[in-house]
């Protein structure tokens, strides 16, 4: 599938045969950076519209749901800090996604890599002990990144020396993994101590990655978000991104054009495991101290709705992934509060997703943010 | 126990567990088959599977008829279906992502009606107890075989023939394989794929029905836990034909039953391991089925996911 | 557990229903209102270990002065110590009961660091003297009640192998496991008990094909230790073999197939520990208990329990409510032949050694 990420209407200013003068281009930049930002906020707002509906059906108040959702995710710092936490683990599995989505290829196997990645840490952090956790941490965090690297970059293999089809691939790699991370923390790597909650060995408290300065939100997050900002300049501003977009759009003609769409697929794959498992990585080093089942969260699967939503944009992963923490860390309150069931954030969710993605079809459908309309209209006048 | 019983209960075992637990997988690959045979992909069968679940059982409960039940699943399924398909004909909007949209919106629809109904118990579908002649309870047990089995196995039978030898067949096809073919034949597209993927919901909610009225036979949150998204990743393995769905269906359905039956004859170290038999069985025969210079073939020429 | 069960339990129960009710209900208000906090790791209507929870959480509403907060799915990773803050910082909650095991280290841990003013109690931990004072766990011996099923499943079975299916091998889990071999041995010295491992707490299909490989490989009475034992009860019915229930009363699904179950009885531990709160101390840090406290108890027997069979089940649970009952006692082996308890070793409910069970005794098919 394509990642159709260009704005509609782009290339059309620039191949214009009469330019148009330096201030209509500045006003048609500005149209269509608002008309990104307007179409999803209006798609949010209109999906909270219908999801009310659903609410007044059920006897319940729209207006209290959406202060609680407020509150809940977005209202206070302790709110905006719980949202945050759980963006994080979100950005690096959107990451597992959006990067071999730029070469055309759907990847849905991002939470064997974050489960992998864990375990891989957890058990780098036996033999590093008594090293300074300055060596050892970055040291804990390569051996996750090499797990889940070799494991999403051998789906882009398969797929780009041996034709095997990269979604059921990673799928079944996920599977695959979960199998092994379950058999290694309850066989080799199993902590006799720990009883009831079957654990590696505690990497202890000199490993433990701490909270971001001032924050109650550990870095996860901070890495998160540079994660995605050097995604982002890899796929927009490096020729690497370039061919791999090249390579995306049209396979047959990025080989013609001989590029190494073989050493492209697999870069750009096992980039995406190495940032899935930096989630499993931060999962042991910042919360759990120890790789267990618990790492098996499914947040692999909710970062394919992420990068999804995001179209595959690095940087448009972080509101999206944001928005969807601010709504998942309200749904204790809305249960609390409303005496609503936990399927009720998904349901809100699955609605404003759909009415998001459905959105895209109004792109370019605007006067004031299409600047290839004002150019119809120039002409017309002429 | 001797080995000579173990290997015959294993065999058994993996013989019943396939038709047993292949049927929900058979169900949603024939839909997504179709869907796909049009030109999109419905990823969300998984969240139209967990739906039919619940609708089939919600209403089994409340009317008594399991039948009912199956029905509804199948309506429901086909509204979801229906939504995919009228939503994706607007342009720019990515099927793929509709569908991981849809799942979610499927899955959360169906916990939220379904609290009142993890409770009740339902009356299940009927089975033929095929395995009269034996003595034996393995095999009787192994050889009861579910209506909706012989339904889903006669359907692959059908859609492999349709899709061959009749106009509507012929119609998705050439929809699927070039739009602008078609409409030059004078085919509606959006219509085909519209009613492609909402046939593909219906048998997707069928197959949820399966799932609660007859094996594991209960409703609750964790009842499909991926097989939807699972059979849908099997119609590219098996390469867009009904036969060779019904095919992966079963193989996975006997690899799973592989994991309980060993231990059961006292093979009972690494369980995990012989638990993620149906989804290495199944990698290494994509692998070896693969090779990069027909990668695509029987690929449907429309497809986004190849 | 239904209502009418629970109440029956009430007048059975051990030192923490009593401190309750000696406490008027009237004089609680002084302390003002108690706002606790319930976290599941499932949906709280589970027909098994969430619904066990959340039936004891519905038992405290009734009490004046209490308001019960929950949230079900509640994830075992920071999402939990969030949710765990905002009931805290947000409902006022004082006392909170994350309910699963992965919730104890180390996010109860964290929490109750922060928190030092709140009184976190964890179902299943193991809390001790180096963890926070304002942090605890609390568990009961069902493995009493496992015994007991064993027994009638001995009774009623004619093929003399029985069949377990389990998630994890984990203590409490084992000590099930174990229990229900040696009640049924306790009858006939002759019974196995095949145990089959799914790996996961809740799996549907899984749990399904667990059932019927036990029963194909000629198992006729089958219990289990997953969170939700729905599928698990409803499979074995329908192959025509007995069942044992656990967690709840899940006889309205086997109908006549049912003997008996072990069923949990939270609301006793539960409204111990408001009526500690209410009194303006701190519960207790470390609470375990069995038939005798009121914490466990047994479904209503089936209608093929035979006469004989609920005489010595009966006789048994007599002894049991005297406390002190040893489920492993010398000289036994476990299933690699290894002695774990000398001729004239017991080890009674309450032997910390039981907490840390790492094998499955002589009888039992399967590997710990």
């Known amino acids: ?382 | 126990m001797s080995d000579d019983l173990g290997l015959t209960t294993v065999l058994l075992a993996v013989i019943g567990g396939a038709i047993r637990v292949s049927t929900p997988f058979l169900f949603v690959s024939l839909g997504e088959t179709i869907t796909e045979r049009s030109g999109r992909i419905n990823l969300g069968l998984e969240g139209t599977l967990v739906f039919g679940a619940m609708s089939a059982y919600a209403t089994a409960v409340m009317t008594g008829s399991p039948w009912a039940g199956v029905a509804v699943a199948g309506l429901a399924g086909g509204a979801f279906g229906g939504l995919h398909g009228f939503i994706c004909r607007f342009p720019r909007v990515n099927d793929v992502a509709i569908g991981i949209a849809l799942m979610l919106f499927g899955s959360g629809l169906a916990f939220f009606l379904g609290k009142p109904f993890i409770q009740p118990s339902a009356p299940p579908l009927p089975a033929i107890p095929f395995g009269f002649w034996s003595d034996l309870p393995q095999v009787q047990a192994a050889l009861r075989v579910n209506v909706l089995f012989l339904a889903g196995a006669a359907l692959a039978l059908f859609l492999w023939w349709a899709f061959r030898n009749t106009k509507a067949g012929l119609i998705v096809r050439v929809v699927g394989d070039s739009a602008e073919a078609a409409r030059a034949m004078g085919y509606d597209v959006d219509r085909v794929r519209l009613l492609a993927t909402a046939t593909g919901g219906v048998l997707a909610g069928i197959g949820g029905a399966y799932l609660s009225l007859y094996y594991p036979g209960s409703w609750n949150e964790g009842i499909s836990s991926g097989q939807g998204l699972m059979a849908v990743a099997l119609v590219i393995f098996a390469r867009w034909n009904p036969l060779a769905c019904f095919g992966a269906a079963l193989l996975f359905g006997g690899a799973g039953a592989l994991g309980p039956a060993l231990q059961s004859v006292g093979i009972s170290q690494g369980y995990y391991l012989f638990y993620a038999a149906p989804y290495v069985l199944t990698l290494a025969l994509l692998i070896a089925t693969s090779s990069p210079d027909r990668a695509l073939t029987g690929a449907p020429g429309e497809l986004s996911l190849k | 557990m239904s209502d009418h069960s629970f109440s029956r339990r009430h007048l059975l129960g051990g030192a923490a229903a009593l401190s309750l009710g000696a406490l008027p209900f009237g004089r609680a208000r002084a302390a003002g209102p108690l706002t606790v906090g319930f976290i599941y790791v499932g949906p709280k209507d589970d027909y098994g270990y969430n619904q066990a929870h959340a039936q004891g959480a519905a038992a405290l509403k009734a009490i004046p002065g209490v308001q019960v907060v929950e949230e079900e799915n509640v994830r075992e990773t920071t999402d939990v110590q969030k949710t765990m803050e905002s009931m805290i910082n947000l409902d006022g909650a004082t006392l909170v009961f994350p309910t699963s095991f992965g919730y104890f280290d180390p996010h109860v841990l964290i929490e109750a660091k922060k928190n030092p003013k709140v009184q976190f109690r964890h179902c299943g931990g193991l809390w001790t003297e180096a963890n926070p004072k304002n942090a605890g766990s609390y568990f009961g011996y069902i493995a009493q009640g496992q015994y007991l099923n064993g027994i009638v499943a001995a009774h009623a079975s004619k093929a003399k192998r029985l069949g377990f299916v389990a998630a994890k091998p984990i203590p409490q889990v084992l000590n099930n496991i174990n229990g229900f071999l040696l009640g049924a041995r306790s009858v006939d010295p002759s019974i196995t008990v095949q145990v089959i491992f799914t790996g996961e707490w809740s799996l549907a299909v899984k749990e399904a094909e667990a059932t019927n490989a036990l029963i194909n490989g000629g198992a006729d009475v089958i219990t289990c230790h997953v969170d939700s034992p729905k599928v698990v009860v409803e499979t074995a019915a329908r192959r025509g073999a007995f069942v044992c229930g656990y967690h709840a009363d899940q006889s309205a699904l086997a109908k006549d197939q049912y003997l008996t179950g072990a069923e949990w009885n939270w609301a006793s531990i539960y409204k111990g520990f408001v009526a500690d709160m209410q009194a303006g101390k701190a519960p207790p840090n470390f609470l375990r208990g069995g038939l005798p406290d009121g914490f466990v108890k047994m479904s209503p027997y089936g209608p093929a329990v035979s006469e004989e069979a609920r005489r010595q089940a009966d006789a048994v649970k007599a002894e049991m409510m005297k406390g002190g009952f040893a489920i492993i006692k010398g000289p036994l082996k476990d299933n690699k032949g290894n002695v774990i308890a000398g001729a004239g070793t017991a080890l009674a409910e309450n032997a910390s050694e039981l907490e840390k069970t790492n094998y499955l005794v002589e009888g039992v098919k399967g590997s710990a």
Not at chain 1, 300 to 305: F, Q
């Open chain 1, 1 to 382: 599938m394509a990642a159709d990420t260009t704005a509609p209407g782009l290339p059309l200013a620039e191949s214009d045969p009469d330019r148009p003068p330096a201030s209509l281009q500045i006003r048609a930049w500005l149209a269509r950076r608002t008309e990104s930002v307007a179409i999803p906020l209006g798609a949010v707002a209109a999906g909270f519209l219908i999801f009310s509906l659903f609410l007044v059906a059920l006897g319940k108040s729209p207006l209290a749901f959406l202060d609680l959702v407020w509150r809940g995710g977005f209202g206070s710092p302790f709110a905006l800090q719980n949202s945050l936490q759980r963006a994080a683990p979100l950005l690096f599995a959107a990451l597992c996604v959006a990067l071999p989505a730029r070469l055309g290829l759907v990847v849905i196997g991002g939470e064997g890599a974050i489960v992998l990645g864990g375990v891989a840490a957890a058990a780098a952090a036996q033999p590093l002990q008594g090293l300074s956790p300055l060596l050892a941490v970055p040291l804990m965090a390569l051996a996750a990144v090499a797990a889940g690297a070799a494991w999403i970059g051998a789906v882009g293999a398969l797929r780009a020396y041996r034709g095997v089809n990269e979604t059921i691939a990673s799928l079944l790699m996920s599977y695959i993994a979960l199998a092994l991370s379950n058999h290694l923390i309850e066989g080799w790597l199993r902590d006799p101590a720990s009883l009831n909650k079957p654990s590696t060995a505690p990497i202890g408290e000199a490993f433990m990655v701490g909270a971001l300065p001032g924050l109650d939100v550990h870095w996860g997050l901070g890495i998160g978000v540079l994660a995605c900002l050097a995604a982002y300049a890899l796929t927009e501003r490096t020729t690497i991104g370039f061919a791999a977009r090249i390579a995306g759009g049209n396979l047959r003609a990025a080989q013609i054009q001989g590029l190494p769409v073989g050493r492209l697929v697999v870069s750009f794959t096992a980039l995406g495991g190495a940032c899935a498992a930096l989630a499993g990585f931060f999962e042991v080093a910042a919360v759990h101290g120890n790789a267990n089942a618990s790492l098996n969260a499914g947040f692999g699967y909710t970062g394919i709705l992420v990068a999804f939503l995001a179209r595959h944009n690095p940087l448009a992963i972080l509101p999206v992934a944001f928005l969807l923490g601010g709504i998942e860390a309200s749904s204790g309150l809305i249960q609390r509060r409303m005496q609503l069931p936990d399927a009720t954030v998904l349901v809100l969710e699955g609605l404003l997703f759909l009415v998001v993605l459905v959105s895209e079809t109004l792109y370019g459908r605007f006067k004031p943010f299409s600047p290839h309309l004002w150019a119809e209209k120039r002409r017309a006048v002429s």
